[in-house]
């Protein structure tokens, strides 16, 4: 376990992290497990049951996320609880250790939660289609290097939600149960927390696996529709893989060209010239 001892905050905040392959066929499935991870537990058989629970421990904060790390996906789940000297409470801390157990260890899934979650899940890619903005970085992705990780949506697809089965999920989660886990916390541990969290099969460095998107000559797509703005994506394959030691250097490079209101792409381009609404 990675931990940064600290009393500098009010909270403590701890990270369960899992290493999945990133493959278009299960990507989707895991954006599906992820909202019925959050939706009920053994002890707390709904989301009304579970959000009481998580008020009553001083209103500790539970979130989930996928991110794309090369050919893998982090599976994340976050707490985040105030410290427990402040509570004055004995029971708390016990409190917060079986709502974390519960939210790890004991996920209640029904048909009804699956159907629930293809529902949520199919809303919010809709409407990520129809912002232009999502849309063009999807499909400029996909341009870049159709056959690689980087063309894989880690938000999930549209289209393979209905393909997706109750039992396929359920044995994914399975998978899941079943990968150790890399756990990192921000605070101060109280015994039975740091009891419980190092009783959790964990793995001490990820392996990282990935791979370059190839150098080719130039494609371009258009998708034309009706709206306000007109959104444009460009990529570039830079052949810097994120062990170089040119990988930071071309991220400072990118935040002064390129990223945020104070760089030169923005102050030159929108600011000064008006060329466009963002940049």
């Given at each position: 376990?990675?931990?940064?001892?600290?009393?500098?905050?009010?909270?403590?905040?701890?990270?369960?992290?899992?290493?999945?392959?990133?493959?278009r066929r299960t990507i989707t499935a895991y954006n599906l497990l992820v909202f019925m991870l959050k939706s009920k537990?053994?002890?707390?058989d709904s989301k009304q049951k579970l959000s009481i629970a998580l008020n009553h421990a001083y209103g500790m904060k539970v979130s989930y996320?996928?991110?794309?790390?090369?050919?893998?996906?982090?599976?994340?789940?976050?707490?985040?609880?105030?410290?427990p000297e402040r509570v004055k409470d004995p029971d708390y801390i016990h409190e917060v250790v079986h709502m974390m157990d519960q939210?790890?260890?004991?996920?209640l899934f029904d048909q009804k939660s699956f159907e629930e979650a293809k529902y949520l899940l199919a809303s919010r890619l809709r409407r990520q289609n129809d912002d232009p903005d999502s849309l063009a970085l999807k499909?400029?992705?996909a341009l870049a290097a159709e056959d690689h990780d980087i063309a894989i949506p880690i938000q999930g697809a549209l289209e393979?939600?209905?393909a997706l089965s109750y039992e396929e999920v359920v044995a994914l989660y399975e998978?899941?149960?079943?990968?150790?886990?890399?756990?990192?916390?921000?605070?101060?541990?109280?015994?039975?927390?740091e009891a419980f969290l190092n009783a959790i099969p964990q793995f001490e460095k990820p392996s990282l696996r990935m791979a370059l998107i190839p150098r080719t000559s130039p494609s371009f797509q258009v998708l034309e529709?009706?709206?306000?703005?007109?959104?444009?994506?460009?990529?570039?394959?830079?052949?810097?893989?994120?062990?170089?030691?040119?990988?930071?250097?071309?991220?400072?490079l990118n935040s002064i060209l390129g990223q945020g209101p104070m760089s030169l792409l923005f102050e030159e381009v929108r600011e000064k010239n008006s060329l466009c609404y963002s940049i």
């Open positions: 376990m990675q931990q940064i001892q600290t009393e500098k905050f009010s909270d403590v905040s701890v990270l369960v992290r899992s290493l999945l392959p990133l493959e537990t053994a002890d707390f996320g996928l991110t794309g790390y090369g050919r893998q996906v982090a599976l994340d789940i976050r707490f985040q609880y105030i410290r939210i790890l260890h004991h996920a499909m400029a992705f393979d939600i209905e998978s899941w149960r079943a990968l150790p886990r890399f756990v990192s916390c921000c605070g101060t541990l109280e015994p039975v927390m529709k009706n709206i306000a703005q007109t959104s444009i994506v460009q990529v570039w394959a830079t052949s810097t893989p994120i062990d170089s030691s040119r990988y930071y250097p071309l991220l400072v």
